[in-house]
Every structure is written in C-alpha cells, then in structure tokens.
C-alpha cells in the first residue's frame, strides 16, 4: 500500500464526534456530582478534568488523521514540480544530443547553461 492511499483512504468520522459529544455531556454534568464532595474546589476540579480529557482526545483525532497536521501536501507537491521539471531539462537535453548525432558531429553538445568557454 503506497503513502499515497493511506493519505487519501477516509476515515469514520461518526466514532470522532460520539467520543466528543460523550465527552462535553459527561463533563458538562461533572460539576453537578462533585460539587457536595468537593465545594469550591469543583470549578478547578472541573476544569482541569476537561483540560486533559480534551487534550487526550485530540491526541486521538491525531493519530487516527496524521496528515491533516503534517504539511506533506506542500513538500510533495515541491517535489512533484522539481521531478517534472528535471524531466523536461533531461528531454531538451536528449533532444539536442540527438540533433548534434544527426548533424554528424563529434564533439559534445553544449550544456544546458550554454556553450563552455575556454
């Protein structure tokens, strides 16, 4: 399997959105069942609690969609651009090669920056 299908294979976003709307549900609710146990304490308590547990779930959503946080799609397309364009500087060159054969000549074709100065 090339890099190219994981990338572009989707993923169920349904589990994604249970595990958040479960989340902001239980932690909305949080405050309410602590509050005779802990007092003033529930407002830090709670949001502490939502701290970490939300952060633990975006760590999940990461893993399950790395490539949405990678800048992949820019560096390939870089890459994408220089190949296509080291092809074409290697056809013109063929092509001239294949000019100076025809032509019958034997000495070797200029570079692609121009003839060489002696």
Not at 88 to 108: F, H, K
């Amino acid at each position: 399997m090339s890099g190219l299908t994981v990338g572009l294979t989707a993923t169920a976003a349904a589990p994604s959105r249970h595990t958040s709307r479960f989340l902001m549900c239980w932690l909305s609710l949080l405050p309410f069942c602590v509050e005779d146990s802990y007092g003033y304490m529930t407002v830090p308590l709670a949001i502490g609690m939502a701290f970490f547990l939300f952060g633990i779930e975006e760590i999940g959503v990461q893993i399950e969609e790395p490539f949405g946080i990678l800048a992949l799609e820019v560096f390939c397309d870089t890459i994408k651009k220089n190949i296509k364009q080291a092809q074409a500087e290697a056809a013109e060159m063929q092509s001239r090669a294949a000019a100076y054969v025809a032509a019958g000549l034997t000495a070797a074709p200029p570079t692609a920056a121009g003839p060489i100065a002696t």
